[in-house]
């Protein structure tokens, strides 16, 4: 499986961002699905993961402001981002595991994309 991040950007604080991710692959409905960040000087860390039947989770960080979701007929997750703050700065990757179960450790996941930077500002 190949990931692609994207639609990442400058953003101002409160407002929003969706982020894509297109994966390449016959398998991906098949895949749970995850977003996971770093900051500057920071390590990466979970943000929200969405299983093969939708089941999700979140960082308690993003949760009731980013909302993960899947089309499986075009091979997409993405992260709605809404009321972005200063702490959400960061370089976003997108992941792949090779299960249907939604995980929040960065070892469950095989497949990794490129970073997209989504950068907040005051």
């Known amino acids: 499986v190949q990931l692609q991040a994207s639609g990442g950007g400058l953003v101002q604080a409160g407002g929003s961002l969706r982020l894509s991710c297109a994966a390449s692959?016959?398998?991906?409905?098949?895949?749970?699905m995850g977003w996971f960040r770093q900051a500057p000087g920071k390590e990466r860390e979970f943000v929200a993961s969405?299983?093969?039947?939708?089941?999700?989770i979140y960082a308690d960080s993003v949760k009731g402001r980013f909302t993960i979701s899947r089309d499986n007929a075009k091979m997409t997750v993405y992260l709605q981002m809404n009321t972005v703050n200063l702490a959400d700065t960061a370089v976003y990757y997108c992941?792949?595991?090779?299960?249907?179960?939604?995980?929040?450790?960065?070892?469950?996941?095989?497949?990794w994309g490129q970073g997209t930077q989504v950068t907040v500002s005051s």
């Open positions: 692959g016959r398998t991906f409905g098949s895949y749970a």
């Open positions: 969405i299983g093969r039947g939708g089941s999700t």
């Open positions: 992941a792949a595991r090779s299960s249907m179960m939604v995980a929040a450790a960065e070892s469950a996941y095989r497949y």
